[in-house]
Structure formats: structure tokens, C-alpha cells
């Protein structure tokens, strides 16, 4: 599962009452007419790849025809409408310099001048085929990725542990509460005088982790430094967008309203005795693929740890910022958290989450998600990153200015980044001397989107995902996302509408242009997960799988044991429940792609209103 990742991951806008008013009625209908999409006269040739909801105007529109060498003659391309059959646009396929990992040649559409809102579809001909092949319909429109934007963060409502989820909120998916957490023993490793084995302790409210039921402060950690930011470089964009959760009708931005269900749940993860951080409030084992309220096996505080800690003190103290203009009682609590995680942290520098180790210790043992993590520098940075701009005491500027900033892609097992995108973000904010610290850091950054950039375009499917094979860990899908961040933060950096360019095509990437021609996204697109590895949808097994989330994706290690059809990187994924090493989902996966599919929504309406970026 999502949780048991190891450090060696990733190589260390309208009116906010109607646009999802229906709730998740609009998404049902995408849901639902997924595989409803206009046709043409020929069946739908599962060999062109193309991102499956389709173009906003103005950005790149790339498609990619997968096929044997000894077939490639002088295909051409032509776009029609699809009501009409009309051409709107030909040309010839390029074929791509790089084979596909699976030896198979590549021969790239670009129609990207096709810009007209419209329902149309690609026709190839020339390669050796008695008829034209044909693509499915899609859409170039302004608001086309209207909906999936909500859903993305709708799907953290659904996750929602400790409520009833109603039918006006939830549509066909609602649910009856499950997990009160108010009845939540401490487990012999988190025994303190103050709270002694199987004291009972209340931590009601948060996400469920992934397709499990549990609550895990280290992967919330990123989830909401993540979905926070998103708020901070978008926040008018958020303030208009209404997701239909119960608190749609007060003055915070949904996506905000949403991050704090988490938060008052992460709250009740520090000891109010000594300020240090519970690592996981979880079951000794996991449960069974049964509906929430069904699952009643007891539920533990297991072990205080560093990283669970400085985690914590990072949400805290970035939610203090974020907080500040709705409430200052609640951005004071919030500073006061974080604040006290950080002396627990100081006290207690290398506490590390063992989980073979204590159960070698401690009864009952634990075997649910371990986030187990040895380096703490990362976390620490994270958490002094997000002090200072809360507090402004230098003493957390000196833990910055100390550090290493090489770029590392952010995971839940090395966070630095965040810390460097927060400071760069708020940079009125850093000490009058730190100029050319700034530019260093900004450096460190554009040089790694450059190069990633350049790799991707050489890529046999034009996307910087598949640039590396060893980029294909468990819960790849989520560092597609977070490259896709990457872009963005250097687009606002630089300006450069390349680095727009390619948070696109991560995008298209994640929506149907890769080796398995998913779209990875439940209920959007033509080919979308039908089993992912997901308690809330396996007990539901009549309905369709929960709309919005990204399931992990291609992953060659295959830790699960379910049967695939290829052992090649970009290929290795498989739409069956029992596959939690390929096809389950994560709030960690979802926040990176909710950041990355809200921001290039927020920004290519911005540039539809008057510049283009492309042109």
C-alpha cells in the first residue's frame, strides 16, 4: 500500500455557488457517459494516444500513434468535427527519435492550431492500414477541465472518516459515518505517566489515508502542505470554486474548508502533555475490503515519533499563515501546535518509526503503513521553512540558510522542497540579506525543470514522465503530479511558457498519453480505472468507482503479486482491486494532481481572457 514507500522513492472560475452546486451530480455525469463518447464510422484505434478529456484553446495538442516499425510509411493526420465530418486541420506525423520502452516506434500528431471550441476527432492514414484510424471525440473548450478541477479535491470529502456523507452532498455515493475515533486507545509504544497503555483518547474527523482506513500524520503532512500551497498561488481562482461539501455556504474557500477537516483531526494528534506528535492513529492490522461503518476493529495512538513532529510543525505553522485572514484565534492555536511540536523535535532529534522493532517490543503488533523514515533533515528544513514565516525569529533562518539546497522531487519521505517553494512564494518575507540565497534556491530549480523539460521532449510519448525508468516507483502517477508542480513553480518564477508547456503534458500524460492508454483518473475519460484498490468502492462493488482520484499507476516492481501484462516500466499497471502496488489511490497522489490540474485551470483562464502563451 501507498504507505509502505521507502526513502529511495523519487531518487530521494465563476461563482462559488454554481459551479458544483448539482454536488457530485455533474461529476456523475461524466461518470456515467464516460464510454458514451461520440464515435465515428470505424471502431476507436487503441493505438493513438491522446489525453482523453480533451484541450483548453490555447494549449499544446499533442497525440501520439504507437505502432511497429515496419509499418511506418507517410502517415498524415487530419482533425475533424465530429458532428460533421468536416477537416479543420491536416498534416504529417513526426516520428519520434525514441522507441518506447516496450520497443515500439512512436509518430507524433501535433494539432495544437486547432483552437476553435469544438468536439472533434483525429484521423490517421498512411501506415499501412486499409482504413484511416480513428481516434475517440474530444473536446477543445475553456472549461473542459472544469469539473475534473472539483473532483480532485471533491475526493477528499469522500474520505472523509468520522461523519455520514448525505446524498446532497455525495450523490450516489453517500455513506453512513464510520470511524468515530472517539474511543481511541493509546498503544503500549505511545505510553507516557500522563497517558498510560489503553488510556482512551478522542481524534475524531480527517482523511482516510488511501484504500485503507487509517490516519497517518507523515503522509497527511504532505497532503496538506500540498493542497495549502495550491490555495496560496491560486487564491482567487479557490475563493470562487465551490466543491457542494456541507460547508460550501461559509465565507472559507471550500479546498480550505476542506484542509481543515484534516486539520482538527491532526490536532488531536499532540500530546497536550509534552507537544510531540502520535506517528499514526491506526488499527493493529488491516481491515478487510468492507464498508467504513463495518469496519470496528480497535483503534490505536501508536508511537510518538520526529518526523511525525516536525511533519505536524510544518502543516501547523503554514496553516497559522493560511488561517490568519478567516480567524486569529485559530491561526494563534495553529502557531502554538507548531511551536510546541518543534521543541518536542528539538528534545527528541532522531526518533525514528521502527515497525518490525516495536513489534518485537509491543502488544498487539502493527502492521498497517509503517512512513517509516531515517533522514529527518528534509522534515526539519520543512518545518523551519514554514516557522519563520510564521514567526519571523531568525533562529529558524539560521536552520535554512545552513542547509543543502539541491533540488529533490517531493515525496512524503523527503518534504525539503516544500519548504523551498513556501519561501520562495512569500519571498517579501525572507531577511533583507537573503538575495543571493534567493537566487541560488531559484537556481537549484529552474535548472531541474529545464533539464527534466528537455528529457521529456526527447520522450517517445513527448512527456517528461517518461524520460526515466527509474521514475516508476510505487505511486508514480503522484511523481508525474509533482513534476507537474515543478513546472508551474518555475512558470511563475520565469515566466517561461515552456515550463507551461510541460505541466501539460504531464497532465495529458496522467489523462491518456502514455504506454497503457489510461486515462488514471477515475470517472474521467474514455479508459479509466473500473477496481482500483479502494475499501469505499470494493464495498460498493455496484456503482463506479469513486470520481477524482489518481490511482498509483505503473509500477515494475509489482509488490501486490497480481498478475499484469508487462514487466516494462511505463507498462506495468493492472485495473484489479487486489493491486494496491498499482491501481490503489492515496491522499498523497491526489493533492499533487488537485494542484496540478486546479493550477493550469486557474492560469490557461487567465491567459484565455486576453494573452496567449503559446503563440
Known amino acids: ?102 520497443g515500439q516506434s512512436a509518430l507524433v500528431a501535433d494539432f495544437s492550431r486547432v483552437k476553435t471550441p469544438g468536439t472533434y476527432q483525429l484521423e490517421i492514414s498512411g501506415n499501412g492500414e486499409s482504413e484511416p484510424l480513428r481516434s475517440a471525440s474530444f473536446q477543445v473548450d475553456d472549461t473542459i477541465y472544469q469539473d475534473l478541477a472539483a473532483a480532485s479535491l471533491k475526493a477528499f470529502y469522500y474520505q472523509r472518516a468520522s461523519m455520514e456523507l448525505k446524498e446532497v452532498h455525495a450523490g450516489p455515493w453517500h455513506r453512513a459515518a464510520g470511524h468515530p475515533d472517539d474511543k481511541v486507545l493509546i498503544h503500549p509504544s505511545a505510553a507516557s505517566d500522563s497517558r498510560p497503555e489503553n488510556t482512551v483518547v478522542s481524534a475524531p474527523k480527517g482523511w482516510y489515508d488511501a484504500g485503507d482506513y487509517n490516519k497517518y500524520v507523515v503522509n497527511s503532512g504532505i497532503t496538506m502542505g500540498t493542497l495549502m500551497s495550491a490555495y496560496e498561488r491560486f487564491p482567487e481562482y479557490f475563493a470562487a470554486q465551490s466543491l457542494n461539501i456541507p460547508e460550501s455556504d461559509n465565507a472559507l474557500p471550500d479546498i480550505l474548508d476542506e484542509v481543515r477537516y484534516n486539520l482538527e483531526w491532526l490536532a488531536a494528534m499532540q500530546d497536550p502533555a509534552d507537544g510531540g506528535v502520535y506517528h499514526k492513529l491506526t488499527t493493529a492490522g488491516f481491515e478487510g475490503m468492507v464498508a467504513a461503518h463495518k469496519a470496528t476493529q480497535p483503534r490505536y495512538m501508536v508511537q510518538k515519533t520526529t518526523a511525525a513532529a516536525l511533519d505536524f510543525a510544518a502543516v501547523m505553522a503554514q496553516a497559522a499563515r493560511v488561517y490568519a485572514p478567516y480567524s486569529e484565534e485559530e491561526s494563534n492555536k495553529h502557531r502554538e501546535a507548531a511551536l510546541a511540536a518543534w521543541q518536542w523535535a528539538e528534545q527528541h532529534p532522531a526518533v525514528t518509526y521502527r515497525q518490525d522493532a516495536l513489534n518485537e517490543t509491543f502488544d498487539p503488533d502493527v502492521t498497517t503503513g509503517a512512513y517509516g523514515d531515517e533522514q529527518l533533515d528534509d522534515e526539519r528544513l520543512w518545518a523551519a521553512a514554514e516557522l519563520y514565516l510564521a514567526t519571523g525569529d531568525r533562529d529558524f533562518w539560521s536552520v ?63 512527456v517528461p514522465m517518461v524520460s526515466d525508468p527509474g521514475l516508476f516507483v510505487w505511486g508514480s502517477n503522484a511523481v508525474a503530479a509533482n513534476q507537474g508542480i515543478l513546472f508551474l513553480e518555475a512558470f511563475r518564477i520565469t515566466g517561461d511558457s515552456g515550463f507551461l508547456r510541460s505541466a501539460e503534458a504531464t497532465r495529458d500524460y496522467l489523462l491518456g498519453r502514455n504506454a497503457t492508454g489510461f486515462s488514471y483518473v477515475t470517472g474521467f475519460g474514455r479508459k479509466t480505472p473500473q477496481h482500483p484498490h479502494h475499501r469505499l468502492a470494493a464495498a460498493n462493488p455496484d456503482m463506479p468507482p469513486l470520481p477524482g482520484f489518481l490511482v498509483g499507476g505503473p509500477n515494475p516492481s509489482q509488490q501486490d503479486g497480481c498478475d499484469y501484462t508487462s514487466t516494462v516500466a511505463d507498462e506495468s499497471y493492472t485495473d484489479h482491486v487486489c493491486s494496491y502496488a498499482s491501481n490503489e489511490i492515496a491522499i498523497n497522489w491526489n493533492a499533487p494532481f488537485a494542484y496540478l490540474i486546479n493550477g493550469l485551470h486557474a492560469i490557461e483562464r487567465r491567459h484565455g481572457k486576453g494573452c496567449t502563451h503559446h503563440d
Open 400 to 462: 535554512i540558510a545552513a542547509a543543502t539546497p539541491a533540488y529533490s522531487l517531493p515525496n512524503w519521505a523527503d518534504v525539503r522542497w516544500l519548504g523551498y517553494y513556501s519561501l520562495l512564494a512569500h519571498k517579501d518575507k525572507l531577511p533583507p540579506d537573503s538575495g543571493t540565497w534567493r537566487s541560488a534556491i531559484e537556481k537549484q530549480l529552474i535548472l531541474a525543470a529545464r533539464q527534466l523539460r528537455r528529457d521529456g521532449e526527447q520522450s517517445a510519448y513527448r
Open 1 to 102: 500500500m501507498p504507505q509502505e514507500h521507502h526513502k529511495q522513492e523519487n531518487h530521494k472560475v465563476v461563482s462559488k455557488h454554481s459551479t458544483f452546486a448539482a454536488g457530485c451530480m455533474v461529476t456523475l455525469a461524466v461518470v456515467f457517459s464516460g464510454f458514451q463518447q461520440v464515435q465515428a464510422k470505424s471502431p476507436v484505434s487503441e493505438d493513438i494516444r491522446l489525453n482523453q478529456l480533451g484541450f483548453s484553446p490555447l494549449s499544446e495538442k499533442i497525440a501520439v500513434l504507437i505502432t511497429q516499425e515496419s509499418r511506418q510509411k507517410n502517415p498524415e493526420f487530419v482533425v475533424r468535427a465530429a458532428d460533421t465530418g468536416e477537416e479543420v486541420l491536416s498534416g504529417k506525423l513526426q516520428a519520434s527519435s525514441e522507441k518506447t520502452w516496450g
